[in-house]
């Protein structure tokens, strides 16, 4: 069961989207939302750029100047959460970090069921005028279900979802995800298993105990579909037009200053028509 929802804020209409989504499964699963904006002092620090000799002094003004106005703006993005929320009828909290985004979001998110944000992120809104870096940062190090939605939608009461699952943890995770936060009770979906996999064998034990596990939730209008073609390619010409969420899994190396977002899930980012639920 959803309980407490986790929106990283922007000036963006994607953040936006994100704070509308929210209030839509919070109203519906009596769950609070919480949105934090981050003051990005490494952002600023580094927008000022080298000191030169003498100038530590105007440097540090010009800092204090850029914080100052950040921290204004700030304001404005969580009144303007605030009131959306109010508008809504949620339970809301909202809070001001410091610090690095990506690190402060994943930071917080431990302690939450759902971060929902835009696909497209200006978490650095103070010293950067286009979309950041932020989705590929958090993900190498999530533990938290994200939701990730596009610039425009309209959420529903009833929703074609699209499990793309190939038997690896991060799938599993994935799915998993989607049937703790999207019960059965509150939410009717149609659901596709898709798995692309040349082995009948393989596939249908995979297939067979996804769908045991989807039916133990009272999941019941389950289609399961094994393909051998590119995944990419099929979601593209045929289930992508069909869903309102795709769930699919994302693999990191922990530890490792790298990172595998996988070729589907990257695709779908930029394509950025529908939403992501991510499990790893």
């Given at each position: 069961m959803l309980?407490?929802i986790l929106?990283p804020f922007?000036?963006?209409?994607y953040?936006?989207a994100?704070?509308?989504y929210?209030?839509?499964?919070a109203?519906?699963q009596?769950?609070?939302?919480?949105?934090v904006?981050v003051?990005?002092?490494?952002g600023?620090?580094?927008?000022?750029g080298p000191?030169?000799?003498?100038?530590i002094?105007?440097a540090s003004?010009l800092?204090?100047?850029k914080e100052?106005?950040?921290?204004e703006?700030?304001q404005?993005l969580?009144?303007k959460?605030r009131?959306?929320c109010?508008?809504e009828?949620?339970?809301?909290?909202?809070?001001e970090?410091q610090?690095?985004?990506?690190?402060q979001?994943?930071?917080?998110s431990?302690?939450?069921?759902l971060?929902?944000?835009g696909m497209r992120t200006?978490?650095?809104?103070?010293?950067?005028?286009r979309?950041?870096?932020?989705i590929?940062?958090?993900?190498?190090?999530a533990s938290?279900p994200?939701l990730t939605?596009p610039?425009y939608?309209?959420?529903?009461?009833k929703i074609?979802?699209?499990?793309a699952?190939?038997?690896s943890?991060?799938?599993v995770?994935?799915m998993?995800?989607?049937?703790?936060?999207?019960?059965?009770s509150?939410?009717?979906?149609?659901?596709?298993?898709l798995m692309s996999?040349m082995?009948?064998?393989?596939?249908?034990?995979?297939?067979d105990?996804?769908?045991?596990y989807?039916n133990?939730h009272?999941?019941?209008?389950?289609?399961v579909?094994?393909?051998?073609q590119?995944?990419?390619?099929?979601?593209d010409?045929?289930y992508l037009?069909?869903a309102?969420m795709?769930?699919?899994?994302v693999h990191s190396k922990?530890?490792?200053?790298?990172f595998?977002?996988?070729?589907l899930?990257r695709h779908?980012i930029?394509v950025?028509t529908?939403?992501?639920?991510?499990?790893?």
């Amino acid at each position: 069961m959803l309980r407490r929802i986790l929106i990283p804020f922007d000036p963006s209409p994607y953040a936006a989207a994100a704070l509308e989504y929210g209030c839509f499964l919070a109203k519906r699963q009596n769950a609070e939302v919480t949105g934090v904006v981050v003051l990005d002092i490494p952002g600023i620090e580094k927008s000022i750029g080298p000191t030169p000799l003498g100038g530590i002094y105007y440097a540090s003004m010009l800092e204090k100047a850029k914080e100052k106005k950040a921290h204004e703006h700030i304001q404005s993005l969580l009144e303007k959460f605030r009131e959306t929320c109010q508008r809504e009828g949620v339970v809301h909290h909202e809070a001001e970090l410091q610090g690095s985004p990506s690190e402060q979001i994943l930071h917080d998110s431990i302690y939450y069921d759902l971060v929902i944000m835009g696909m497209r992120t200006h978490f650095h809104f103070e010293t950067e005028h286009r979309p950041g870096d932020s989705i590929d940062r958090i993900f190498s190090h999530a533990s938290t279900p994200f939701l990730t939605v596009p610039e425009y939608f309209q959420p529903k009461e009833k929703i074609n979802v699209l499990i793309a699952f190939n038997g690896s943890l991060p799938a599993v995770r994935a799915m998993q995800g989607f049937v703790h936060l999207f019960e059965a009770s509150v939410f009717e979906a149609d659901i596709t298993l898709l798995m692309s996999e040349m082995d009948e064998n393989i596939a249908k034990f995979h297939l067979d105990g996804a769908s045991a596990y989807l039916n133990a939730h009272s999941f019941r209008n389950i289609k399961v579909e094994q393909i051998s073609q590119d995944i990419i390619e099929a979601v593209d010409e045929k289930y992508l037009p069909w869903a309102d969420m795709v769930v699919l899994g994302v693999h990191s190396k922990k530890g490792l200053l790298d990172f595998m977002l996988g070729s589907l899930s990257r695709h779908l980012i930029k394509v950025g028509t529908k939403p992501l639920l991510f499990g790893q």
